[in-house]
């Protein structure tokens, strides 16, 4: 069975790529998960923050409004330092023969873009870039919050010449169009959907907003796997699947979907990097049911091009199943 597929520019041996977590903040656990079989690592992210209050540290700057934000970042950086980031991706590229994609979750274009240039130097083989812009202020129309995603994409392109992928979220009011144009951009390489957010829940009893869950569930599939087959066939870039896939059924379902690869962290940090394995067995068991030889004969068979009616993807109402309940 062949079961690679190609992301970024790279062949991978197969379409489990391990998204950025504290899954792969360190060289033993790296190895590990390629021992494993994962075809691809996207670092532990580094937060703007981080590296803005890094570069403050050393040229002896504080940026910050607020002095407890400032001291905390310091306090964080002598466990998480900027410099041991670009140190672990040196390492990984010696000790693996995967791609690694280095990862940093952003909200600007300020100074730390300059730090894109440490970590080609580095080795990395691409950048995935977690924009992470929740469009709750009233004041901003949704083409101004789409434009800081071009501001940081276009000063990382022109500063660095590895692929750059985006991690996006599902929060746009014109998704698809979004999507094209960064596409149309030919910043990008890939997009990822979708970004899974901290969310809040509140505790009744406590009176305090609490987080919820932190791991996803295998019903949260359901959101990319609507938009990859909507917009999997309608781009030139590859188009990973993330979120809610738990099984070598999820992955299967994706890649049905018309997805280049897919992003796993939750169902790993269940049931171990020697899980992957139980998914590859389970789509290679799928494939050889299904008479597919490898995953270009099935990848995109049910996206909203080659399905006979492509509103399925589209409906958002219940008609069809819930009109008769009372």
């Given amino acids: 069975m062949d079961l690679s597929v190609n992301y970024l520019g790279f062949k991978l041996k197969n379409p489990i790529i391990i998204g950025s977590s504290g899954l792969t903040n360190s060289l033993d656990k790296i190895i590990k998960l390629e021992q494993n079989n994962a075809s691809a690592i996207v670092l532990k992210s580094l937060f703007e923050e981080q590296i803005c209050a890094e570069f403050d540290r050393k040229s002896q700057t504080n940026e910050y409004q607020y002095t407890e934000a400032f001291d905390y970042l310091n306090s964080y950086n002598q466990n998480h330092s900027v410099d041991e980031y670009l140190q672990l991706i040196e390492d990984a590229k010696k000790a693996v023969d995967i791609p690694i994609i280095a990862s940093i979750n952003c ?66 009011s014109g998704l698809a169009k979004f999507v094209q144009k960064l596409d149309w951009s030919q910043y990008v390489k890939g997009i990822v959907m979708f970004n899974r957010f901290y969310c809040p829940d509140i505790d009744i009893n406590n009176m305090k907003i609490v987080p919820s869950a932190v791991f996803s569930t295998e019903e949260e599939i359901t959101t990319s796997l609507r938009w990859v087959a909507l917009l999997a066939d309608k781009t030139i870039c590859d188009i990973v699947a993330s979120t809610g896939i738990h099984t070598g059924e999820g992955v299967i379902k994706q890649l049905l979907a018309g997805a280049d690869a897919v992003q796993i962290v939750s169902a790993i940090y269940k049931h171990g990097p020697e899980y992957i394995k139980a998914i590859l067995e389970e789509i290679t068991t799928w494939m050889k049911e299904n008479n597919f030889n490898s995953i270009d004969d099935f990848k995109g068979r049910l996206n909203s091009k080659n399905i006979k009616n492509p509103s399925s993807f589209e409906r958002i109402q219940f008609m069809k199943y819930y009109g008769s309940i009372e």
């Fill in 107 to 172: 909200v600007s274009d300020s100074n730390w873009i300059s730090f894109a240039k440490k970590i080609e130097a580095a080795g990395a083989d691409a950048l995935e870039l977690n924009i992470a812009i929740l469009p709750s202020d009233s004041k901003f129309s949704s083409e101004q919050n789409e434009e800081i995603y071009f501001k940081i994409l276009e000063k990382v392109h022109r500063a660095i010449a590895i692929p750059i992928a985006i991690k996006i979220s599902s929060y746009s």
